[in-house]
């Protein structure tokens, strides 16, 4: 786990070097101060989905280069079997498998996100990011909080929101939950 937040940080410092940004430019980007970005940057700190498809947006880059280091390569389909997805495990409550990392130029980025349960007086990140979100759980039941408005979605429930609120979840009743995640 450990491993894949120090390689997400090399790519990004590497990032900046191939492209000459200011690391201040890219704090500005993901709303950190730079302390917090340099930190995560050295693999101190992980930066969220949301700050990686920001950066990735902004400075045409693919999210799979970001996340796994790796180019898509296909254009006309991507085939992912039944756990086969790129996988990254960046946070410990959090795993993010890729359902379509080798399709180039995609509109939306689909993910099989696992969350594992926390206490609830751990305190929840919100997040925020350009576009739009569909979520649907697949297993588990799901708080989900979008603006100052909290839902719990089960099994076969779906939302689709304004992916610029911020939001965050949590897995509820002590066990994971997993979901299908579709960022637009």
Do not use: W
């Given at each position: ?57 902004k400075y045409g880059i693919a999210l799979d280069v970001l ?118």
């Amino acid at each position: 786990m450990h491993d894949a937040i120090e390689q997400i940080g090399e790519r990004l410092r590497g990032l900046r070097d191939v492209l000459d940004i200011p690391a201040e430019d890219i704090a500005q980007l993901c709303d950190l101060d730079i302390d917090t970005y340099l930190r995560m940057e050295a693999g101190d700190g992980e930066l969220s989905i949301s700050s990686l498809q920001k950066i990735s947006k902004k400075y045409g880059i693919a999210l799979d280069v970001l996340l796994f280091g790796e180019e898509p390569h296909m254009s006309t389909y991507f085939l992912t079997r039944k756990g086969q997805g790129m996988s990254v495990e960046r946070r410990k409550e959090y795993k993010y498998q890729s359902l379509a990392s080798g399709f180039r130029s995609r509109t939306a980025d689909p993910f099989m996100v696992t969350v594992e349960p926390k206490s609830d007086d751990t305190p929840l990140h919100k997040n925020s990011h350009q576009g739009q979100e569909f979520n649907m759980v697949t297993e588990g039941t799901l708080e989900l909080t979008i603006g100052k408005r909290t839902l719990v979605l089960n099994e076969g429930d779906s939302v689709y929101f304004d992916a610029t609120q911020p939001h965050c979840m949590r897995a509820l009743n002590d066990k994971p939950v997993k979901f299908l995640a579709i960022i637009l």
